[in-house]
């Protein structure tokens, strides 16, 4: 068994709840910061762990933290992302889900390293269930001494809120969720300033993942370097990977950073392997955002190294052999996939959620959409292939917020890597190994799987 | 008509958006405005009219546009009316992969409306949304709170069943305690 940090107590019954989370060590990190560490030496602890944004861009968090302003008599504000959205993503709502209060023990630890009096915790509006629960969570908190004035009588004051948004994927860009949590439409902001200088309401804010945030809890219980000695690389400790698709054990897993890919999908421990015995087709390995890749570059890099899911290897490559560990949304696709298919879904996702404010990602992703129906429709001609490649270069890095990019990339890999599938769903109308696919196009009722 | 109704929160729902609002500093209630639309659409029949907007806009001394452009960004507000039970089948990838497509169809058989309508007795609204983060547990649909998991035809037919002996959907904006196993 890998080792597991953020859901070691996960198989207990009702640690949902605070009495049985407290039972198996919870809120002792919290008891240890507020009696014996002071702020500074938490962001240090953090600094030293080499935790990364678990959100998907995997930035340093102790380098993030360390960027806060702090000026005199302004307050600062600690905002948890938990606007999952990223398709393939689910990770977050198990985590909320299942142990609330290991995010609310992180969010309280966090807030006093870098001095918050009130934290907001940003939730998907579609996830109404889950923000119930977490606000149940708080309340048990509160009434415990947890939250609120003096917590456990170290005269640090802290309140917690739980925000709910209302559907926009873009409101996961951490600038356009503070638009949000202002009360206005999620439109990214231009940057800089950065957050940690002018963010929630122009003050000093750091706006993390709910992953990040409850891997503050460990590392202050165990130390810094106790969690960077887990894992590979510069991809320390571990990764919650929402795996999903064809494959025989869908669900949240805690892998150790550096374990095979071929191991991952394969053994019983985690994924089980393909669905039905079909063979592997391609994987997108780090949410619908990242390079889509063929089985033998994702299993093995480019130079014939077993692949491993870290940060560096997955990377490895670069765009044109590699993709990105990403938020860990893991979808694998079987050997009877229309790659042209499932893009059209990414394409259309992407076009939906743009927030119009930057005309390359507004009309490009329009344009894409556009062109994939076409195609799928029968009325693709072999140049679209070619105009679908130059619209999606001609929005990378050209706009506000990485939704750009996020909706460029997937475009690009999948021609990359299968323009020959393309092709020949354009000379032949279809992809011959799809039997529900044939069904689907032809308005027959096909069984689900 | 519609345009001169004017509508107010219920004294329970606006005992609930006070305290909404008392989450934010001083002078920065505006960010009450998206958690305030959600009870508006719940207490006002499933969709923003403009009358409710307004009556958000009202309770937090906002312009009205402030509200409406708001309300319009957001795909979960209905600015038109819906059924008592909308029906939100995820249809991106994963659940793409699963079957999403087949559920839609079978729904748009059983109820014999397209996607985007609603059933002539208001029962029912039928639509597909982008990912929903329930990826690992594909396909799936939403209906007011509620996530429904691992669908099969079956089980969406018993869904649809007891949804219509229900008669309404479940809604989390307010207070109700959230029991799953």
């Known amino acids: 068994m890998g080792k597991k940090i953020l859901l070691a107590n996960d198989h207990i019954e009702g640690i949902r709840f605070l009495d049985t989370y407290r039972k198996n060590g919870g809120y002792t990190a919290l008891e240890k910061a507020l009696k014996s560490m002071t702020p500074e030496q938490i962001v240090e602890e953090v600094k030293t762990s080499g935790l990364r944004g678990r959100g998907g861009a995997g930035f340093p968090t102790g380098m993030k933290w360390s960027f806060l302003a702090k000026p005199e008599g302004v307050p600062r504000y600690v905002v948890c992302n938990a606007d999952e959205s990223e398709p393939g993503t689910f990770k977050d709502r198990y985590l909320m889900e299942r142990i609330p209060h290991l995010l609310i023990e992180g969010m309280i630890l966090s807030s006093f390293a870098l001095g918050a009096k009130t934290s907001y915790i940003y939730i998907r509006g579609e996830y109404f269930y889950v923000a119930r629960i977490v606000e149940q969570a708080i309340e048990e908190a509160y009434a415990a001494g947890l939250l609120g004035k003096n917590i456990l009588n170290s005269g640090f004051d802290l309140d917690l809120y739980v925000q709910i948004g209302a559907g926009a994927y873009i409101c996961g860009e951490e600038t356009a969720l503070l638009e949000s949590l202002e009360g206005k439409r999620g439109n990214p902001r231009i940057k800089p300033p950065f957050p940690a200088i002018a963010g929630l309401y122009g003050c000093p804010t750091v706006v993390n993942n709910v992953e990040t945030i409850a891997a503050v809890v460990p590392i202050v219980n165990e130390g810094g370097a106790a969690y960077a000695a887990v894992g590979i690389g510069n991809s320390k400790g571990t990764k919650l990977i929402s795996a999903s698709g064809h494959i025989n054990k869908p669900g949240v897993y805690e892998i150790e950073l550096g374990v095979p890919v071929e191991e991952f999908i394969y053994s019983d421990e985690y994924c089980g392997g393909i669905r039905n015995g079909k063979k592997l087709k391609a994987v997108v390995a780090g949410g619908s955002s990242v390079p889509i890749l063929p089985t033998e570059l994702i299993l093995n890099t480019a130079a014939g190294e077993p692949r491993l899911m870290s940060y560096e290897s997955l990377a490895d490559g670069g765009f044109a052999t590699g993709t990105m560990l990403g938020s860990g949304g893991f979808i694998v696709m079987d050997e009877d996939t229309s790659i042209v298919k499932n893009l059209y879904t990414f394409a259309r996702f992407y076009h939906h959620e743009s927030c119009g404010q930057c005309s390359p990602c507004r009309e490009g992703t329009g344009w894409m959409e556009k062109i994939l129906h076409k195609i799928l429709h029968g009325h693709g001609t072999l140049a679209d292939v070619d105009l679908l490649w130059d619209i999606q270069s001609k929005i990378e890095g050209k706009t506000i917020c990485p939704l750009g990019e996020a909706a460029a990339w997937p475009v690009a890999a999948a021609i990359r890597h299968f323009r020959k599938e393309f092709e020949d769903f354009i000379r032949n109308g279809e992809h011959v190994n799809d039997v529900k696919h044939y069904y689907r196009l032809n308005n027959l009722t096909a069984p689900i799987n | ?181």
């Open chain 2, 1 to 181: 008509m519609s345009e001169k109704t004017i509508l107010k929160f219920s004294d329970e729902t606006a005992a609930i958006a006070k305290k909404i609002v008392a989450r934010y500093p001083e002078g920065r209630h505006k960010s009450a405005l998206i958690p305030l639309l959600h009870l508006a659409q719940a207490e006002f029949d499933g969709w923003l009219s403009v009358p409710a907007m307004d009556c958000v806009a009202e309770f937090l001394s906002i312009q009205p546009i402030e509200a409406y452009e708001v309300a319009s960004f957001y795909s979960m507000f209905n600015l038109k009316p819906v059924g008592k039970c909308t029906l939100e089948v995820c249809r991106t990838s994963s659940c793409w992969l699963s079957g999403a497509e087949d559920v839609v169809r079978h729904i748009e058989k059983k109820l014999g409306i397209k996607e985007g309508q609603t059933t002539a007795d208001g029962m029912f609204t039928l639509k597909t949304v982008e990912c929903l983060g329930s990826c690992g547990t594909a396909p799936m649909l939403q209906c007011g709170g509620d996530y429904y998991e691992n669908l099969t035809l079956e089980k969406t037919d018993n869904l649809l069943e007891a949804l219509r002996a229900e008669g309404k959907a479940r809604v989390y904006t307010n207070d109700n305690p959230v029991n799953i196993d």
